[in-house]
């Protein structure tokens, strides 16, 4: 039976995990490492880098190298996060043709759900590889304050990398999981997960195999981004008052500006000071300028403060939500390379009033969480339930653009509700259901999940037709709805699509798009194995013939210089076929080189007047006996 692979799609770093032996499994990735950096870059020559590989390069080319684009899956062009968004990154964000906010790459635009079907289809390799099967089943998390878009376009993110997505999972939840597996006592605990990109806190209740969800909140634009963004406007700013320059608007200083606020934020997690060194960063009349810069940990503290203090707020409401109190809370677990910070930790510590449970890695556990549950799925994890909550609250417009709630947040899913309206005229025959997810009172200040018409409602004074609106929430968090008029029995349903999304055609081309993605991939890799077997070979034979071309006659000599000369034209041209067909030819030749010289060296060894070889001469005749040193 084929593995179901969990995988932690994260805002920064993504990573991959398997049950393996009863136990969930981290598998490292081709580079070696346990988790890859979320990103993906195109070259000019159009190769696609992925992981490490494109972070490597990200300086040189800012403009295609996308990081972070967790942040914008699910979410509109116009929505003001996006907005702040393209403040922060040196790639174009631009409005999709279904209004959402894709980012421009090599000359390409690609949906957040493409680039993340990237990041996953380089996870499924690195689970292949390790268990030398096709993967072809995973559960995938997201951040638990995710809403039914988001959730629905990192769905969409697997089908196009190939992969069956069983099970959307909340982070937090996952955590737990891999947290409390092997827990028996009853007891509650808070998950509290700063990322890359996103927070969540969730409270549960665990014991006896049991993890109940009671409460959840976060926010889906907070995390280590924000942390790098403080940084580098600190930098920047220092940097303009010295030399009166302006670093952001000069695209790879402000990536160099990135990456090094990024090491020296990691690095004043262990140390009390750090040094940022930019040598020629820029470049005025004057000649070139560098950016030495020492930061302490209580600069970072001191620009980071009201970003930790974000994240109190939702700690607050999921604690009111659940109806606990801090001392009620067994445990405090860390999920989320932020934790790391000394900061950060001392905060929750204040907040929560224990210290925090630092026992799991922060940036693997809610992967091996996700291969937890796909053991349960795939049943070789018993006698372990799971019972997550929905985020957001879930409603319908009513009269006067009232947000009338169906379903309240924190709601255990899945979940079936249904309400019945009426008519808001005389003789209306038709009714328009526009679906919202949110907590303000006003549909408008909500979240749109979409809207369908309901029609053939016969004609009647207003009140009086029945309509029964029914939403339904499964395990993923992903919603339908229907709504029916009682009377006639006509009725119209509709999954969940926001009015952006992506469409089944979108994802069929999508899909296409990937498949030529990889299989240009496997043609590159190839190219580059016949060419380092091509290069390898010439090198062996040049080696040979400098050694031994005394030995062989001119004509075979002849045939040889110009096997290697056709194999260098061949690795010059870059063809993978045409590279393997010259060094086939070459290790014939290069056979009939060696061949030569041991019959050369035999010929040599048997002519008159050789030294005969001594074969014998320290070989003794001899009998021999066993000896028992215990004989008297």
Same mark, same amino acid.
């Given at each position: 039976m084929a593995k179901v692979i969990g995988i932690d799609l994260g805002t920064t770093n993504s990573c991959v995990a398997v049950m393996d032996g009863g136990k969930p499994k981290v598998i490292e990735n081709a580079e070696g490492a346990r988790t890859t950096p979320? =990103?993906?870059?195109? %070259? $000019?020559?159009?190769?696609?880098? =992925?992981?490490?590989? %494109? $972070?490597r390069q990200a300086v040189t080319n800012p403009d295609s190298t996308i990081f972070a684009v967790k942040r914008l899956i699910g979410r509109r062009f116009d929505d003001p996060m996006t907005k702040k968004d393209m403040e922060l990154v040196p790639y174009s964000i631009a409005k999709g043709p279904n209004g959402d906010a894709w980012v421009k790459a090599g000359g390409q635009d690609y949906s957040p759900s493409q680039i993340s079907a990237f990041i996953l289809q380089k996870m499924k390799e690195t689970a292949e590889s390790y268990l030398g099967e096709t993967v072809t089943q995973a559960v995938i998390t997201v951040p638990a304050y995710f809403n039914d878009a988001q959730r629905q376009a990192t769905k969409d993110a697997g089908q196009i990398a190939g992969l069956e997505v069983l099970r959307i999972i909340n982070e937090p939840t996952a955590a737990a999981l891999a947290y409390g597996l092997d827990k028996q006592d009853g007891k509650t605990i808070a998950v509290y997960d700063l990322g890359g990109g996103t927070f969540d806190i969730s409270i549960l209740e665990i014991g006896d195999g049991v993890f109940e969800v009671k409460s959840t909140n976060g926010d889906t634009f907070l995390g280590g981004e924000d942390f790098d963004a403080k940084l580098v406007e600190f930098l920047a700013a220092d940097f303009q008052k010295s030399e009166g320059i302006d670093l952001?608007?000069?695209?790879?200083?402000l990536q160099r500006?990135?990456?090094?606020?990024?090491?020296?934020?990691?690095?004043?997690?262990?140390?009390?000071?750090?040094?940022?060194?930019?040598?020629?960063?820029?470049?005025?009349?004057?000649?070139?300028k560098h950016l030495v810069k020492s930061i302490t940990r209580a600069d970072l503290e001191r620009l980071v403060a009201d970003l930790i203090k974000r994240t109190m707020e939702p700690c607050k409401k999921a604690m009111a939500d659940a109806g606990v109190s801090a001392s009620e809370i067994s445990e405090v677990v860390l999920v989320g390379g932020m934790t790391r910070m000394p900061k950060v930790r001392e905060a929750v510590k204040e907040f929560f009033g224990k210290e925090p449970h630092t026992g799991v890695n922060p940036d693997e556990v809610v992967a091996m969480g996700a291969a937890i549950q796909a053991g349960v799925l795939q049943g070789d994890v018993k006698d372990v339930l799971l019972l997550d909550v929905t985020p957001l609250s879930l409603g319908i417009e009513t009269l006067g653009g009232?947000?009338?709630?169906?379903?309240?947040?924190?709601t255990t899913i899945p979940a079936k509700k249904s309400q019945v309206y009426s008519t808001a005229d005389d003789n209306q025959q038709a009714v328009t259901i526009r679906v919202f997810q949110g907590e303000r009172e006003m549909a408008a200040d909500n979240k749109i999940l979409g809207q369908f018409d309901l029609v053939g409602i016969p004609p009647a004074p207003r009140g009086v037709p029945q309509i029964e609106v029914t939403f339904d929430i499964d395990a993923n968090g992903l919603v339908n709805v229907s709504a029916k008029d009682k009377g006639t029995g006509k009725e119209q349903q509709i999954r969940i699509q926001a009015s952006g999304?992506?469409?089944?055609?979108d994802i069929d081309q999508m899909v296409k798009d990937a498949e030529r993605f990889a299989e240009e991939d496997k043609k590159r890799r190839e190219a580059a194995e016949a060419k380092n077997n091509a290069e390898s070979l010439v090198h062996t034979t040049e080696q040979q013939l400098a050694e031994h071309g005394d030995k062989v006659d001119a004509s075979l000599k002849g045939e040889i210089e110009t096997a290697i000369a056709d194999t260098k034209s061949a690795i010059e041209s870059g063809d993978a076929e045409a590279m393997k067909a010259k060094a086939q030819e070459l290790a014939t030749v290069a056979m009939k080189l060696g061949q030569a010289i041991y019959e050369k060296e035999q010929a040599a060894a048997a002519a008159p007047g050789a030294e005969a070889p001594k074969a014998d001469d320290d070989v003794v005749d001899a009998e021999f006996s066993e000896v028992d040193d215990n004989k008297a």
């Open positions: 979320s =990103i993906v870059a195109f %070259a $000019k020559d159009g190769e696609r880098l =992925i992981g490490q590989p %494109a $972070k952001t608007k000069d695209k790879l200083a500006l990135k990456e090094a606020a990024e090491k020296a934020k990691i690095e004043l997690s262990s140390a009390q000071t750090t040094e940022v060194n930019l040598p020629f960063i820029t470049a005025d009349q004057n000649g070139p009232v947000f009338t709630r169906m379903i309240d947040r924190n999304g992506l469409s089944d055609s």
